[in-house]
C-alpha cells in the first residue's frame, strides 16, 4: 500500500481503533511508513490542523524519529526549509493539542543538536529572543515561556540519546555547556518572585518546568555551584513557600507536590554534579541553607498527625546526597578550627542519623530511611582511607554516631509482631527483607568503626533482650534482630576470642522452644556465618552442632539449618568426625521425612558428602548404602515405568541430589593438608565403587530420555562432579563416561552433555591411555555437529539451536587452548570447523558469536603449532569478509567480540590479514553503501596498526559498525 496522506490516516485510526491483530498489522505498515524516505514529505501533510490528534502526533512523532535515525537522508541545503517548517508547526499547536506541541518541541531540539555550531551557530540566542511574548500575540505569555522551557529543557535529554561521531559529540557538547550559563540566567528570570510580592501561586506551571529545565542543563555539567548559587536559593525558597502557603494545610494538591519534587530534584542534581567539589565555601554555604530551611519542614511534618511520605524522602535524599557527595568535605570539617564548620558537620551528620532513626517500621510506616545507608558506607569509607594518625583522631570523633547507628538498626530490622504482620502486603514483606539486606551490610560498616565495641553493644543487646524475653515472650523480635546483626559482621571477623566465645554459649541457652521459630533460624544463620571462626575455634562445636541438627527435622527453619550444615561440614569438616554420626542419622531422618525442598535435600547431601569423607572408608559404605538406597530403589522403580513428564521430573530429582553427594564425597587422610605430611596412596574412594555399580544405571537414563532435556542436564552434571571430585581417581570410569556421553549425544546432540565432554578432554587429553579415546570422541562429536549445523544453516534455523552451537564452538575453543594434542594427528578436519565458525558468526544471538569467536581466536593463535595455518591462510580471507559483513548486521555488541578476530589475525599473519582487509574494503558498497572511500581507509589504518591495545580496536571496529549502520555520520 502507497504511503499516502490518506492511507496513513487511516492505518493510524485502525492502530488506536481496532482489535490486537489488526493493531499489530498497522503497527508494522506503520513503522515501514516511519523508516521510509517519503516520511519527511508526508509529516508535513499529516500535520495539518484538520487531521486528527493521532494523526498528529504520529506526524510530530515521526518527524523525530527521522532527525534522530536518519538525519543524513537531509542535504545541506535544506538545513533552513526544515528548521522554517518546524518552528511553524510549534506556532501552529502553541495552544494544543498539548501531547503534539511536546513532541514538535523535542523534534526541534534534536534538529538543534544535528546542526550546531556550523549550521546554526546562534540556534539558543535565536531561540530565546524568538519565543518572547510581544512576538507571539496570539499565544498566552505563559504558554510562550513553556514552550521555550520544553524546548531548551529537552535539549540536554536528546544529545545523551543521540548517536554522534566521537569529535561532533564532543564539538556540541562544548557549545551547550558554553550556552548553559545563559539557560540558567533565563531560568532564573523565571524563578525571581515578584518585588515586594513573593512567588505567585498562578504561576505555579512556570515554576514546575522552570525547575526541570534548571536540572537538565545543570547535570549537562557546563556550570559550577558558583554558576548556580542564585538558581539554588531561589529554588529552596520556592520549595519552602510553596510548602508552607499551600492551597490546603491539610492536603497539599498533586500540583503543589509535583512542585516540590521537581525543586528538590533540581537541587539534588545541583549538589551532587562533580564539579561542586571545587567549591567547598558554597557547599557549606548552601547546605547551611538548606538544613536551617528544610529541617523547619521536617520537624512540621514528624510532629504532623499525617505524614507526607514524599516530601520527607525528597528532602532527606537531597540532605544525604549533599553528605554523600562532600563526604571528605565534612569529615575534615570535623578536624577544623572554626567552629562553625564542625558545627554545619554535626548538624548534617545529625540530620541523616534522624532519617536512619525515623519512628516506625519500614516499608509501612516509613519510607525514607532506606536513603540514608549509602551515606553511612561513604562516611566510615572516606575516614579508613585516610593515613593511620587521621583515621584514628575522626574515628574518636565519629564513633558515637556508629554506636547510635547499631542501635537504631537494631530497632529498624526488628520484625513485627504477629498481629502486625498479618497486615502487611507481599510488597510489604519483600521490601522489608531488602531493607533488612540493606541494613545487613550498613552493621558491617558499623563494625568497620567500632570494631569489637560493637560486639560489646550487641552482646549487651542480646542478654537485655533476653532478659525481657523471660518477662513476656513476645520481645522475640529483638533477640532475633541481634542474631541478624551478629550474622551480619561474621566475615569482617578474624581473630575474636571474648565476645564471641560468649555469643557461641547463649545460642546454647537461648529458649527457642518458648519464642517465635524466626529466633531459631536466626540463630542457625548465626552458627553457618560463623563457621570459619568455628573452624578455628573447634572446641565450640559442642554449643552449636546440636542445634543444627535439631533444625534439620524442623520444616519450619530447615532451609537455614541445611545452609548452616552445608557451611559448618565444609569450612569445619575435619572437626566434626565426633558429630559424624549423630550428623549422618539426622540427614537420614530429615531426607526420609518427606518434608524437605528440593534445594535442601542437595544440601544434606553435599553435607552427607562432606562427613562421609572423614569417616573410616569401612564405615563409609555402610552409611552410603543406606542413605543412598531409596534413590537407587526409586530410580530403578521409575525407569521400569512407561515415559512420562511426571516420572522425568521425580528421575531429575533424584539425579540432582545425587550430583550434590558426588559433588562433595572424597575421601582425604585428616592429616594429608598438615604440613610434612604424606598422605597414603591408593585410597578406595567410596565415590568410585557407588559410579561403578550404578553405571548401568545412568546408561539406561541416557538411553531412555536422551530427548528429554532437563533429565540429561542433571545426568550430565552429575558425571561432571565425578570426574572433577575424583580426578585422577576417576580413571576407571573413563571410558563408560565417554562411551555415555557419545552415545547420548549421537542420538540427540545437547549442550550439557558437550560440558562433560569438554571436562573430561581437559582432565584426561594428554595422558597417552587416553588421547585415541579421547581423538574418537572429539571426532563423533564434531561429525555430528556439523551435520546438524550444516541442516540447520541449509534452512536458515541455525538460531534454534543456539545453546548447541555455543557450547560446542566454547568446547573447541577450549581444546585448542588446553589439550591440542587431540587436534594434532587426530583426524579432525579443521577446514570443516573454520568455515563452519565463520558462517556461525553471522548468527544474531550474542553468546553464539561469541563462542564462535572464541574458537577461532584460539585457533589462529595456535594454529602454528598445531599445524593448521594453512586454513587460515586458505579460509581467513572468507573470515575477514564474514566478520566485515557482520559489522553492518549482527548484534551491535559483537562489535566489541568480533575485534578480537582482527586482532588475533593481525598478531599472528599480519602480511595475509592487511592484504585480505585492504582488497575487501576496495569493493564499491562493501561492507554498506553508507561508508566512503576515505572511512574505509581510516578504518584499515587504525585495525592495522592496533595489535596489542584491544580497548582501541574495538573503539574503532564499534565507530566503523555505526557508520556501516547510519546510525553516526561523518563529522
Not at 465 to 479: E, G, Q
Request: proline content about 4%; charged content about 20%; overall charge negative.
Amino acid at each position: 500500500m502507497e504511503f499516502t496522506a490518506e492511507n496513513l490516516e487511516k492505518a493510524v485510526c485502525l492502530f488506536y481503533r481496532s482489535e490486537a491483530a489488526q493493531q499489530a498489522e498497522a503497527h508494522q505498515w506503520l513503522t515501514e511508513a516511519q523508516n521510509s524516505p517519503q516520511a519527511w514529505s508526508f509529516v508535513w501533510e499529516l500535520l495539518h490542523p484538520q487531521r486528527t490528534s493521532e494523526v498528529q502526533f504520529f506526524a510530530a512523532t515521526t518527524l523525530h524519529n527521522k532527525i534522530l535515525k536518519a538525519w543524513d537522508e537531509v542535504p545541506q541545503e535544506h538545513y533552513e526549509n526544515l528548521k522554517k517548517r518546524i518552528l511553524d508547526a510549534i506556532v501552529n499547536f502553541a495552544m494544543g493539542p498539548k501531547i503534539v506541541l511536546n513532541r514538535l518541541c523535542i523534534t526541534l531540539s534534536a534538529y538543534i543538536i544535528h546542526t550546531v555550531p556550523h549550521h546554526w551557530p546562534k540556534a539558543f540566542e535565536e531561540l530565546v529572543s524568538s519565543f518572547q511574548p510581544q512576538y507571539l500575540p496570539n499565544v498566552e505569555p505563559e504558554r510562550v515561556i513553556w514552550i521555550l522551557l520544553e524546548i531548551l529543557t529537552v535539549i540536554p535529554e536528546e544529545f545523551e540519546s543521540t548517536t554522534l561521531a566521537t569529535s561532533q559529540r564532543h564539538r556540541v557538547k562544548s557549545v551547550l555547556q558554553e550556552v548553559s550559563k545563559d539557560i540558567l540566567k533565563v531560568v532564573e528570570m523565571c524563578l525571581v518572585p515578584i518585588p515586594n510580592a513573593n512567588f505567585d501561586m498562578s504561576n505555579i506551571t512556570t515554576y514546575l518546568h522552570s525547575s526541570r529545565c534548571a536540572a537538565a542543563w545543570i547535570q549537562l555539567g557546563g556550570v559550577t555551584i558558583d554558576d548556580c548559587s542564585r538558581v539554588m536559593n531561589l529554588l529552596v525558597d520556592l520549595t519552602c513557600f510553596v510548602y508552607w502557603n499551600r492551597s490546603d494545610p491539610e492536603c497539599m494538591s498533586a500540583e503543589e507536590m509535583e512542585l516540590i519534587e521537581v525543586t528538590l530534584e533540581a537541587l539534588t542534581a545541583v549538589v551532587q554534579h562533580p564539579h561542586t567539589t571545587k567549591y567547598p565555601g558554597y557547599v557549606m554555604k548552601h547546605t547551611t541553607n538548606i538544613l536551617d530551611k528544610f529541617n523547619k519542614i521536617l520537624n512540621n511534618e514528624k510532629a504532623s498527625a499525617e505524614l507526607n511520605k514524599d516530601i520527607m524522602t525528597s528532602i532527606y535524599l537531597l540532605i544525604e546526597t549533599i553528605g554523600d557527595t562532600h563526604c571528605k568535605l565534612f569529615v575534615s570539617s570535623l578536624r577544623s578550627n572554626e567552629e562553625t564548620d564542625r558545627k554545619i558537620a554535626n548538624d548534617l551528620f545529625g540530620c541523616i542519623l534522624g532519617c536512619t532513626d525515623l519512628p516506625g517500621t519500614y516499608p509501612v510506616d516509613e519510607t525514607s530511611s532506606t536513603v540514608t545507608f549509602g551515606f553511612w558506607y561513604t562516611l566510615q569509607e572516606d575516614i579508613l582511607s585516610l593515613d593511620t594518625a587521621q583515621c584514628a583522631e575522626l574515628l574518636l570523633i565519629i564513633k558515637p554516631y556508629y554506636r547510635q547507628l547499631t542501635c537504631v538498626m537494631l530497632r529498624k530490622s526488628m520484625f513485627p509482631s504477629s498481629e502486625e504482620a498479618s497486615n502487611w502486603t507481599l510488597d510489604d514483606k519483600e521490601m522489608f527483607r531488602c531493607y533488612r539486606q540493606d541494613i545487613s551490610d550498613t552493621f558491617m560498616y558499623c563494625y568497620n568503626v567500632l570494631n569489637i565495641e560493637m560486639l560489646d553493644i550487641l552482646i549487651v543487646q542480646l542478654q537485655d533482650a533476653l532478659t525481657k524475653c523471660v518477662i513476656n515472650s513476645n520481645n522475640w523480635n529483638l533477640v532475633e534482630s541481634v542474631l541478624h546483626a551478629f550474622s551480619s559482621v561474621a566475615e569482617c571477623i578474624e581473630l575474636e576470642n571474648l565476645f564471641l566465645p560468649k555469643l557461641m554459649h547463649i545460642l546454647k541457652t537461648i529458649p527457642y522452644d518458648d519464642l517465635h521459630v524466626k529466633v531459631l533460624s536466626s540463630c542457625l544463620e548465626c552458627v553457618g556465618s560463623y563457621s570459619e571462626w568455628l573452624a578455628d575455634h573447634p572446641n565450640m562445636l559442642c554449643k552449636v552442632v546440636p542445634l543444627v541438627i535439631t533444625g534439620l527435622t524442623n520444616p519450619e527453619v530447615s532451609p537455614a539449618a541445611t545452609m548452616a550444615l552445608k557451611d559448618l561440614t565444609h569450612n569445619c569438616q575435619k572437626f566434626l568426625l565426633p558429630y559424624a554420626e549423630e550428623i549422618l542419622i539426622a540427614c537420614q531422618n530429615g531426607l526420609q521425612g518427606g518434608n524437605l525442598k528440593l534445594s535442601e535435600c542437595v544440601r544434606i547431601m553435599y553435607s552427607v558428602g562432606k562427613v562421609l569423607s572423614i569417616v573410616p572408608v569401612a564405615n563409609t559404605m555402610q552409611y552410603l548404602n543406606v542413605i543412598l538406597a531409596p534413590s537407587f530403589e526409586e530410580i530403578q522403580s521409575l525407569l521400569s515405568q512407561p515415559e512420562s513428564d511426571a516420572v522425568a521430573v521425580r528421575l531429575a530429582t533424584r539425579l540432582k541430589i545425587l550430583s550434590a553427594l558426588f559433588g562433595s564425597l572424597h575421601v582425604v587422610p585428616l592429616d594429608a593438608d598438615e604440613e610434612n605430611s604424606m598422605p597414603p596412596q591408593n585410597i578406595e574412594q567410596p565415590l568410585l565403587l557407588v559410579v561403578q555399580n550404578t553405571m548401568s544405571l545412568y546408561t539406561i537414563i541416557g538411553s531412555k530420555y536422551h530427548t528429554n532435556t532437563e533429565v540429561i542436564e542433571v545426568l550430565a552434571l552429575l558425571l561432571k562432579q565425578t570426574l572433577t571430585t575424583l580426578m585422577d581417581d576417576a580413571k576407571p570410569l573413563v571410558n563408560d563416561i565417554l562411551t555415555l556421553v557419545v552415545r547420548i549425544y549421537r542420538e540427540t546432540p545437547q549442550p550439557s552433555i558437550l560440558v562433560v565432554a569438554r571436562t573430561a578432554m581437559i582432565l584426561f587429553g594428554k595422558e597417552p591411555e587416553y588421547i585415541a579415546t579421547m581423538q574418537h570422541l572429539l571426532a563423533e562429536i564434531i561429525t555430528t555437529s556439523l551435520t546438524l549445523i550444516a541442516q540447520l544453516n541449509s534452512t536458515n534455523n541455525l538460531s534454534e539451536k543456539t545453546d548447541l552451537i555455543e557450547g560446542f564452538f566454547l568446547l573447541l575453543a577450549q581444546i585448542f587452548k588446553k589439550v591440542a594434542v587431540l587436534i594434532a594427528n587426530g583426524g579432525v578436519d579443521c577446514s570443516a570447523l573454520f568455515q563452519c565458525a565463520t558462517v556461525c558468526l553471522g548468527m544474531n544471538e550474542l553468546a553464539a558469536i561469541k563462542a564462535c569467536t572464541s574458537f577461532l581466536v584460539n585457533f589462529i593463535t595456535h594454529s602454528r603449532e598445531t599445524g593448521q595455518a594453512a586454513v587460515v591462510q586458505n579460509y581467513g580471507e572468507a573470515l575477514v569478509m564474514r566478520v566485515l559483513l557482520c559489522l553492518g548486521s549482527a548484534p551491535r555488541a559483537s562489535a566489541d567480540v568480533l575485534a578480537d578476530i582482527l586482532l588475533a589475525l593481525n598478531k599472528k599473519y599480519c602480511d595475509n590479514f592487511a592484504r585480505w582487509l585492504q582488497g575487501l574494503l576496495q569493493q564499491e558498497g562493501f561492507p554498506s553503501p553508507r561508508v566512503n572511500a576515505q572511512q574505509k581507509e581510516h578504518f584499515v589504518k587504525a585495525v592495522l596498526r592496533e595489535k596489542a591495545n584491544k580497548r582501541k580496536l574495538s573503539e574503532t571496529v564499534t565507530e566503523f559498525t555505526l557508520l556501516c549502520r547510519g546510525i553516526l555520520t561523518s563529522a
